[in-house]
């Protein structure tokens, strides 16, 4: 079946979670990746909203972090603290960030590009993303591939990646353990490798080339010699996600 | 324990838990008298031009917007704002109001950035000082707690940290770093709930977002609520009372209070309206015509829900599920 | 009407509360106290319990600081964390605190007596009453008056009073403008030197003569030249003491 | 932020933030698998030889004491506790398995004082290190946080601080002092609660003491509850899950768990038994055959009941107060 960029960006984040965990979950293409999951490998993976809903009934789609469809038949409403401790104590396995820009160590900017009291752009800030960043185990980034958004140093670290390399997330008091897990991209799917922290390419997506992939990263990938290929959206996860999570085409 | 990092962020509001307590003894009053008021008389008697504000939820949800709309209405300025925003932050910076901000998140959610935001930042005329949403959630509740500060494991070797006012110290127990975040005792806070007698006493459906928190964080506190019930409904549920009367200063009853945005269980978001208020805040210019048509045009809530029109508000009511 | 001297101390520490302010209780004495003061002089006196329930209904008198009774029809039933963090704001007036032994400051002891580790007589320990006497804006003790209980110097200070006396408390971080306030006891009214803050005698009860109330004191107690006289418990407020508050005669 | 005075006592449990984490992401599972088992099986499980444990509420109120009960019944011992307690910490103190407690109070209320206490700490048997009420609560509550330490304003000047082990420090905000609790991440909680479900997400009603903070501070958590209910009428009201499923290690069906205390709302206390228990431990050798005619003569709650008999079961029932 045809699909778009959209959908194979949803079906390769969903391909990423384990069952019988958890995610914190923002609105858009980490729902539906996480919807899909439950519906295909990882029936109890569960959906943490910042906000407090958790567990809930996404039958329609939430259009915010805090909005009644997070906490639709959910098994438990609290609120943002809970939530947040929650993580904090180490339970939620999974969380979604992205921004304006990455960098090699999978530091994320969502706050400013130039100086940060009269910026040149001004972006929203980091809401719960430095949250998610310092405190899951492992963070999942979505972000379109080009050489704007893949820098060699962000103009400002809202979410910490792995910051300057090995150690120093747990040099600076982060919880061990953590940090980024992979990118997935318009062109390819990335993690991070497990001595220098930097980026690596993991796999292509269907009609992509390495040297594409490395024209559109503003810094130096690591390219392993067995560069995977990511399958293309199935068609049992292209119906689901059409017909069952996002028959209105919110997001799709 | 010594300070090994500091936020170069401006305070802008120290914890000052001793005059917060001074504060607590002579102005909060145990007694049950009758707070419920216009919104007008509200905002007008417990927000201050140059007070350190914050409002819970959020734009789009249960938020108390038909007080961010009076605050606006009375040009209320140089307020300093503790901000996880969307709409109510919104208007307050779009009409000049906002001086200095702590700010997590100021956005749209689906429909992008705020350009309000942009223009205010861009322009180097609001101060802003960088949190995440549970960092400030987490200094509201260090406030609520009665202590000058609340350690975290967020923030750290981030610039976020960097332009905050936080402090990164050495944990005497594990001897590991943890980031200090100090405690937020607002001026006034406004809250929007589900149901409040005419004490105070509040509950809310679904989740509480920080509700709990900023009530317990601020000196003034308004709230309005969708219904006022019977102090009698109170008392049968006692554990369904999330903020108590003596913290309360005034109540406000306001119907569809949260107006665009939703209210859970009882009302669904005006996509339209929405979508309206988006558009404008493109271009200054537009954004002040939004502000004129449907705050300063409108001398109060009920003008300014005859204006969206009862068949609109109905529908908001029919589209909501229920539990 | 005749009384005992239960009823003359709860008579005697009722008066002590001011309308429109709460008061943090425990059971026995100070729950009559309160209830008797909300019928007299203080309709808009506020009970909050330990574990959460405030403003209840005290129809019948609650048996521990967590039982339903001290929640039923409440306006609110929170946790401990919830009320003893709206003490920690300088929300509650009064609190009541008790022990095995006072000292000219207000220190209260119901730890131990003898070595902690292991003590002579072992007492239940703090339970709120550290947090009452370091949090409410003015303490009431009530004790049993003989030297036993008044002494020069506590083994050990489960709850503060003044410590070592003037600036001992700001000087240990305890909240300012916070401390003992009045001591009740089947002998006198008590309270504390205003530059000293050493214990002083204000009032005796009925019948009691400064002699013999220096004569169960272990320590030097300042008398000043206008000692007061407590009056005796109305018949308004005996009445509403036995048949109102506790008809059963659960306590008096 | 230096550190100017440490309470001698011993930290029974340090602060171990990051195997905490580890624990809950080996441990806890998000799966909805049903884990009703008996209060055998449960404890046999869950709760181990020199563990570290504490109980909520307290033994005359909303208490695990069929829980605690099975405790004393398998003579789990070298037990640690954190002890606000009456009847549930006295048994397991009186059945000689409990060697340290972090104590705040221990007594009977309106029964007056623990002869169990009293015999154990006056031996010099029992290690005490002595808390507030709000102490020990809030040392939950810095577990809850993840957090290795909460800054409080209790304890300060007393010996109840220098036989703790907090800390003094000088606030770097406000450079005054305040007392560093640190956190306390059980190895087993148990909790009783009115309803669960089979995953075991909890409704409380009333007060919820410090149920909250002590699920949220357990590695291993059991909750016994009067009655279980579908997991439909949880989702219907979300709100009113104070423990979700995600913490709950086991779930125990346990009418009449708290008795001879008083669930509020379903049944009062049982006066009779409780004036037997307070008589018998007045002396050792009476407390001895309290705990085998009452615990170890009896090989389960349901026998438990049995022997309290229906009619004093339905007479502390017909007892209770309504909403």
């Known amino acids: 079946m045809e699909y778009n960029q959209r959908e194979l960006l949803i079906c390769i984040a969903s391909r990423q979670m384990e069952d019988r965990t958890s995610a914190f979950i923002g609105t858009g293409i980490p729902m539906l990746a996480a919807s899909l999951a439950q519906k295909i490998h990882a029936p109890n993976l569960i959906c943490v909203f910042e906000f407090g809903g958790t567990g809930a009934r996404l039958e329609e789609l939430p259009l915010g972090v805090g909005g009644s469809r997070s906490f639709y038949k959910a098994l438990a409403a609290s609120s943002i603290c809970d939530v947040m401790e929650a993580a904090q104590r180490g339970l939620i396995m999974y969380g979604f960030v992205g921004g304006a820009q990455i960098d090699p160590y999978g530091n994320l900017n969502s706050t400013i590009i130039g100086d940060h009291d009269k910026p040149k752009v001004r972006f929203p800030g980091s809401g719960g993303a430095n949250d998610i960043g310092s405190l899951v185990w492992r963070t999942i980034a979505i972000m379109p591939h080009d050489s704007r958004h893949f820098v060699e140093k962000v103009d400002f670290i809202t979410t910490p990646g792995y910051l300057a390399g090995p150690g120093a997330r747990e040099e600076a008091g982060l919880p061990p353990g953590t940090g980024p897990y992979r990118v997935v991209t318009d062109l390819a799917l990335l993690g991070f490798d497990e001595s220098t922290k930097r980026m690596t390419l993991l796999a292509l997506n269907p009609g992509v080339t390495v040297e594409k992939v490395k024209e559109n990263t503003g810094f130096e990938l690591i390219i392993p010699s067995d560069v995977g290929q990511n399958e293309p959206p199935t068609d049992q996860e292209l119906q689901i996600l059409r017909k069952e999570i996002d028959p209105t085409n919110l997001y799709i | ?323």
């Open chain 2, 1 to 323: 324990m010594e300070v090994l990092e500091s936020g170069k962020g401006e305070l802008f509001l120290p914890p000052r838990m001793n005059e917060d307590r001074q504060w607590m003894r002579e102005k909060k009053s145990w007694a049950l008298e009758p707070k419920i008021m216009s919104e007008h008389e509200a905002v007008k008697k417990f927000i201050h031009e140059g007070d350190y504000i914050g409002t819970e939820l959020y734009g789009f949800v249960r938020c108390p917007m038909s007080l961010a709309r009076e605050i606006v209405r009375q040009k209320i300025g140089h307020l300093q704002v503790a901000g996880q925003g969307i709409m109510e932050v919104d208007v307050l910076i779009a009409a000049g109001l906002v001086d200095k901000i702590d700010l997590t998140y100021l956005g749209y959610e689906v429909y992008g950035l705020s350009n309000v935001l942009r223009r205010a930042a861009q322009s180097g005329k609001l101060k802003i000082n960088e949190w995440s949403n549970a960092a400030l959630a987490w200094r509201l509740k260090a406030a609520a707690l009665g202590v000058p500060f609340l350690p975290v494991r967020v923030m750290l070797g981030t610039d976020t940290f960097t332009y905050s006012a936080a402090k990164v110290v050495k944990c005497p127990f594990t001897g590991e770093k943890v980031m200090l975040l100090p405690a937020t005792m607002l001026d006034a806070g406004i809250i929007h709930v589900h149901r409040a007698d005419q004490y105070g006493n509040c509950q809310i459906d679904g989740i509480s977002g920080f509700a709990f928190e900023l009530a317990r964080a601020s000196r003034r506190l308004i709230i309005s609520a969708e219904e006022i019930i019977s102090t009698e409904e109170i008392r049968k549920y006692p554990e369904r009372t999330i903020i108590p009367w003596y913290l309360v200063d005034a109540v406000v009853e306001a119907p569809f209070g949260s107006h665009p945005g939703e209210m859970p269980y009882y009302y669904w978001r005006d996509e339209e309206h929405l979508s309206w208020y988006v558009t404008a805040s493109k271009e200054e210019e537009t954004t002040q015509e939004y502000l004129q048509k449907w705050i300063w045009d409108v001398p109060s809530h009920e003008e300014y829900l005859e204006l969206v029109g009862k068949e609109t508000l109905d529908i908001m009511k029919s589209k909501v599920k229920g539990r």
